[in-house]
């Protein structure tokens, strides 16, 4: 009795508290208790500013889902940043514009799930903080309510330091991006490396002093010069983390699917960043999985009797239910024929094309002998 009253009381969190969306658990998942992250310390946006201090590397993965989330904990990566670029990798899209704040929650959700001990960070998509800082600090209420992120990014420098002021003054931190600011694109004329005259890198490194005086506890700093990159880190008290930046930056950051290969499509690989180093190259194996169980299922080698098909049925059990198949095998037989005819008639209704496209002869019927 005592066993089954432990087991059901270390089963459960340690300790609840309560929250804006209801009751959340502190203390050891299922999930963690099977993965070995249980006791990890999570990561906070002060324990970023210390290992910078110490001089101490950053490393952060953009993810959007549960497994990425979960590999991601396993791994020991300090931030997981949900990242809008969601829409070019998991949605198909041409850039990032499209994505809407309910689409990145969602995906939030999952990540949250999945990563306990990274901070989690959740991009604001295009056209959800620019009209104002009210709307902004709305939108991050949202991110941090409902997906349970911890923090949330904006991209822009001096223009949007108001805006990142207010929402931390609100209670939620803000990380800052810079350089190459993928929403605006449209400004930029696509995706371009930013701060590669004298100007133009003064200007970035005044726009991370902006966002570091508005409260932002760490900025991206994304397609710069190495230099530049060094430079604006040496600057600020806050982390920096490079993407396409060289070295000098406080941490990196690159994209899960990238990093990994995760894609075999030529299109793809023709695209990817000059500055990702693949770690991996799932996509060939990704690739060559999905063909093996395609061609296996085709040729009627899997499921194998002897190695997965594990659900057995008696040998009485099995004689029962023979014999209850010959008790109406003549009634089943009048109802597939009469299924069969009907779906033939429709096939052939549905090759006719009626919406467009022309009228294709259907297959002439074999005479039977």
Known sequence: LFGVMASRFFAKPLFRARNGR???????????????????????????????????????????????????????????????????????????????????????????????????????????????????????????????????????GKNIAPTAKKIVDGGIAVMGHIGLTPQHISVLGGFRAQGRTAKKARDLLDDALALQDAGCFAVVIECV??????????????????????????GQVLVYHDMLGMTAHPHYKAFMPKFCKKFADLGDEIKMGLESFKQEVEEGVFPSLETHSPYKMSKKEESLFMKMLEEDADEREKEHACKAKEMKESDEYDVLNLYGGGYVTPAPEKKEE
């Not at 056209?127 to 209420?141: K, L, R, V």
């Not at 530049?228 to 406080?250: M, Q």
């Open 22 to 156: 209801g009751w959340r658990s502190f203390g050891v998942s299922a999930a963690q208790a099977a993965t070995g992250t249980a006791g990890r310390k999570k990561m906070s946006a002060l324990e970023l500013i210390s290992k910078r201090r110490k001089g101490e590397k950053i490393t952060m993965v953009t993810a959007y889902d549960y497994p990425s989330g979960l590999h991601c904990c396993l791994a020991g990566i300090d931030i997981v940043l949900v990242g809008d670029s969601l829409a070019m990798v998991e949605l198909g899209y041409d850039n990032t514009q499209p994505v809407q704040v309910d689409e990145l929650i969602h995906h939030a959700k999952a990540v949250v799930r999945g990563a306990k001990q990274p901070l989690i960070v959740s991009d604001m998509p295009f056209g959800s903080y620019e009209i104002n800082p009210e709307q902004a600090q709305a939108t991050a209420y949202r991110f941090v309510k409902e997906a349970g992120v911890d923090c949330v990014k904006m991209e822009g």
């Open 225 to 250: 010069p190495p230099q530049v990159g060094k430079a604006i880190t040496e600057e600020l008290e806050i982390p920096t983390i490079g993407i396409g930046s060289g070295p000098g930056t406080s």
